[in-house]
Nanobody
Framework: QVQLVESGGGLVQPGGSLRLSCAASGRFFSIYAMAWYRQAPGKQRELVAT???????NYADSLKGRCAISRDIAKNTVYLQMNSLKPEDTAVYYC???????????????WGQGTQVTVSS
């Protein structure tokens, strides 16, 4: 089984910054890509950013220019640095990972339990 554990959420004032972390653990061969999503109350879960195993990144318009996704492959960890936060960024932030359990295997997607980010004065 593969576990993803997010951390780093919390309460921050508008204009502030947060750095989220997500660490993957368990039995698997490799992680192909990792991503961050978020879900605000009453809204659908939406993509924030993705990063592949080669380091290629992709950002949704909602946080583009205000966040940066990075990855430590050796630690199986993905990070999301968020700056200039706005109240509308308030949401539960989830990470996921596309994992190969064995060499040549198909990809399986796993999700973390989420971490709350609240932007408020």
């Amino acid at each position: 089984q593969v576990q993803l554990v997010e951390s780093g959420g919390g309460l921050v004032q508008p204009g502030g910054s947060l750095r989220l972390s997500c660490a993957a653990s368990g039995r698997f061969f490799s992680i192909y890509a990792m991503a961050w999503y978020r879900q605000a109350p009453g809204k659908q879960r939406e993509l924030v950013a993705t990063i592949s195993n080669s380091g290629a990144t992709n950002y949704a318009d909602s946080l583009k220019g205000r966040c940066a996704i990075s990855r430590d492959i050796a630690k199986n960890t993905v990070y999301l640095q968020m700056n200039s936060l706005k109240p509308e960024d308030t949401a539960v932030y989830y990470c996921n990972a596309d994992v190969r359990k064995t060499t040549g295997d198909v990809l399986y997607r796993y999700w973390g339990q989420g971490t709350q980010v609240t932007v408020s004065s």
